[in-house]
């Protein structure tokens, strides 16, 4: 669904036209089947924003995507909404879309299918369904009649949606037919809402299967496993989306594999059986032993390293990521199938250099790591269950390898195994406080905008205790009655909006004045860990990825809201 001219040249007279109509009117058929409020939908071709305006007053969060730049900034202008994300992106691909790494409870298309040249309604319909919630609905209206060839429209019909649905699983919920509401006697509409049986995807009963039931000769398969739901759920933001598969750098992999498995190795726990310790784990070489004096958490995104370490780390990744290619990317594989799960594509090296600069460009010069796509979304959202199944299953793994003769495996293994972020989150803000203050300059409180005095705390945005990011983007000065009352709750999208010219200045002040180096290490955190859509990011773009972040979240894990009020106020959730 490419740019039409005629939409550019023509939003004007086309925005009042779509706004004589209102959305009860045109979708009374769909009424009855909309989620409950607080539900996510995405409005692709949304217009005017008419359709996007009321699923948020009525309190639904809404992702609105319209091709054209010109209807773009009608929409924008007529309907300012915390509960809109507005975004230029369109069919087949919605590249932008998927990068949100959301899954929708329903997608609106309305008065769009007939723009999707018929070579590629396949391709976009897998896109929607891939993008679809369980229990989720797809709602389409199908314009009939004579095409309109100046806005570039081809015929459609009730039939061939329904036949492309089949192959994706999808069944059709229902079908009604309708006038035309703006009196055109040529024209008529068939309303089609579409569904998935179930999740549509089977993910979590092959994961399950992966954890539990697949043969493991060493704990290598389900290292891989938690080593992928980590970056799922706090690096996304390096991954690249495909028709059918995600790709993540494999030099991220092998780095958090060498983080998650160091601690282990360093502490005596057996990754195989006794029978095999002759061979010992491929990966631990004299340059991964020259390693032992850095920290897991040393092993991060933006880390500098120089000298022998760079070589020595560059050799152990390398060779990290052979070895995740050779074992268990390769036997990893569908049930009852000799076909490897993930597709793995190695680079070739270059010698090793005498600095080393963790960052995107590094991690994909090893290779390309590919997931199949209904996985990766199984590990993004459902990772709150998905990695302590993991991290027992290795647990015991090491227990039977060590036998009788380390008692303390249980209890040492899951403190190593814990996913410890760098140890310098509150304190480095705190050090940020008392820097601005001793320059003469006030620190306020983000959410209530009071005066710090020294009773205040240092606030995860998002709380640490359901998604642990010790980001700097993520820390936040606020009083301390404040920060107790938001305890572990999850701010709204009104709270978040109404803080963010405060968060932006205080970005300011804390971390983006303070050289090139901390500024460049700031967005590379962010661009990893949010879904950032911009290529040379700006605050404001990390404020837009916040807000969608928040959405899965508060999806994933049912987080209750927090509304934040200023200090000395009652403080509500909505």
């Known amino acids: 669904m490419a740019l039409i001219p005629y939409y550019e040249q023509q939003a004007v007279r086309l925005v009042d036209q779509y706004e004589s109509l209102a959305f009860e009117d045109v979708h009374a058929s769909l009424l009855d089947l909309l989620p409950p409020p607080g539900a996510t939908v995405l409005d692709i071709g949304a217009g005017s924003g008419r359709d996007a305006a009321w699923l948020a007053a009525h309190g639904y969060e809404v992702v609105a995507v319209e091709p054209s730049d010109a209807m773009l900034a009608q929409a924008r202008r007529l309907h300012a ?3 809109i994300h507005w975004l230029s992106d369109s069919l087949p691909d919605l590249t932008r879309v998927r990068r949100l790494g959301l899954h929708f409870d329903l997608i609106l298309l309305s008065a769009v299918w007939m723009h999707v040249p018929p070579a590629t309604r396949q391709r976009a319909l897998r896109k929607l369904a891939t993008l679809l919630a369980p229990r989720g609905r797809i709602a389409i209206s199908l314009r009939l009649g004579a095409p309109d060839s100046e806005r ?3 015929a459609v ?5 329904s036949s492309l649905a089949l192959q994706f699983g999808l069944r059709v919920v229902r079908t009604t037919d309708s006038p035309d509401k703006l009196g055109r006697s040529e024209v008529a509409w068939t309303n089609v809402v579409l569904g998935l049986p179930d999740d549509g995807l089977g993910a979590l009963p092959l994961l399950r299967h992966l954890i539990l039931v697949d043969e493991k000769s060493s704990t290598y398969k389900v290292a891989l496993l938690r080593v992928l739901a980590r970056i799922a759920d706090t690096a996304a933001g390096l991954a690249r989306y495909e028709a059918d598969a995600v790709v993540v750098p494999l030099g991220l992999v092998a780095l958090f594999w060498m983080r998650m498995v160091k601690p282990l190795i360093e502490h005596g726990l057996p990754q195989m059986p006794a029978s095999r310790l002759g061979t010992g784990p491929g990966f631990v070489t004299d340059s991964f032993n020259a390693l032992q004096p850095l920290a897991p958490v040393e092993l991060r995104i933006g880390a500098v390293f120089g000298g022998q370490t760079a070589k020595h780390l560059h050799r152990s990744l390398s060779q990290i990521a052979q070895l995740i290619r050779d074992m268990p990317a ?7 199938s000799d076909k490897p799960i993930f597709t793995v594509s190695r680079r070739r090296q270059l010698s090793a250099p005498e600095r080393l600069l963790i960052d995107a460009p590094f991690l994909w ?10 996985l990766w979304q199984a590990l993004s959202h459902y990772n709150v269950w998905v990695e302590p199944v993991l991290v027992s299953e290795w647990v015991r793994l090491m227990e039977n390898y060590a036998g009788r003769s380390r008692p303390d495996v249980r209890a040492l293994a899951h403190t190593l ?4 972020d760098p140890v310098r989150d509150t304190r ?3 050090t940020a406080v008392e820097r601005i203050r001793a320059a003469g300059k006030p620190v306020y409180c983000v959410w209530s905008g009071a005066r710090l005095k020294d009773d205040y705390d240092v606030d995860h945005c998002f709380p640490y205790a ?12 606020a009083a301390r009655r404040i920060n107790i009352q938001k305890s572990n709750r999850l701010v709204t999208q009104a709270g978040l909006a109404r803080a963010s010219e405060r968060i932006v200045d205080w970005w300011a002040d804390a971390w983006l004045g303070q050289g090139e180096e901390q500024g460049r290490q700031f967005f590379l955190e962010a661009s990893q860990t949010l879904p950032v859509l911009a290529s040379s990011p700006r605050t404001a773009d990390i404020i837009d990825a916040m807000k969608l972040h928040r959405i899965r979240l508060a999806k994933d894990q049912g987080l209750r809201p927090w509304e934040p009020a200023s200090l000395g106020e009652r403080v509500t959730a909505d």
Do not use: I, T
């Open 466 to 477: 359901a998604w642990p990011c010790g980001d700097a983007w993520n820390l936040m000065p």
């Open 152 to 154: 570039a429209m081809h």
């Open 365 to 374: 010069s090893l290779g390309d790591f590919r997931v199949p796509l209904e």
């Open 417 to 420: 195994l814990a996913w410890a």
């Open 428 to 430: 480095l803000a705190r």
């Open 81 to 83: 909404s915390n509960r």
């Open 330 to 336: 390769k036997y990893l594989r569908w049930p009852a």
């Open 157 to 161: 019909s009730p039939q061939e949606l």
